[in-house]
């Protein structure tokens, strides 16, 4: 399969055609992706200024469409649009059960692993792993992911602005709802809101 791949951080991305992806497997799908999209943080990965484990497979805002689905999942069904959400709540830790699913634990650690949630990356070439930029690793033809981190996105969205929903879209409106909490009638302006 295709896919933009980063040996080591400073040195050049490399577009190869040899990288393998495992079957989804249960609680995960299948995404062919159409678009993703480049963020300051996979510069920031790209230029070393972030430390990541390398080889590594960038991009972390993409969309595209659900393929399969692994064993006894239920989800978003084949054909259906979606974007990737980085931070997939594994829906069993304290922080998830409480509501608070963009404090889960496991999805933080998967984050900064570059894998998936139970400790894979999914990607390999040459039987060596490749790790995966904040957990979702965009740069390729497809990707495995949780059902947990797609959000399904309407027909009359784009798959250019559908890519910014699970970054620099989460990032500002977080900001927004989480911060300053506005209440209705506010006026609201972000500046800078992406990695």
Known sequence: MRAAVLESQGGPVAVVD??????????????DL????????????RDGR??????LLLG??????????GP????PPPGRRVTLWMRPPCRACRACLRGDAGL???SGAMSARG???????GFSRGGEPLYRA????????????????LVPVPDDVPDEVAALLGCGVATGAGAILNVARPAPGDVVLVLGGGG
């Open 72 to 75: 006894n999942t239920g989800g």
């Open 60 to 69: 972390h805002e993409a969309a595209g469409r659900v393929a399969a689905l």
């Open 104 to 106: 889960c634990a496991r």
């Open 115 to 121: 894998t998936l949630l139970d400790g894979r990356t």
């Open 18 to 31: 040899d990288v393998e992806l495992d079957e989804p497997r249960s609680g995960e799908a299948l995404i």
């Open 50 to 55: 972030m430390a990541f484990t390398t080889p």
């Open 134 to 149: 904040l957990g979702v690793g965009a740069f390729t033809q497809r990707i495995v992911m949780p059902v947990a981190g």
């Open 34 to 45: 159409a678009v993703a999209g480049v963020c300051g943080t996979d510069l920031s990965l």
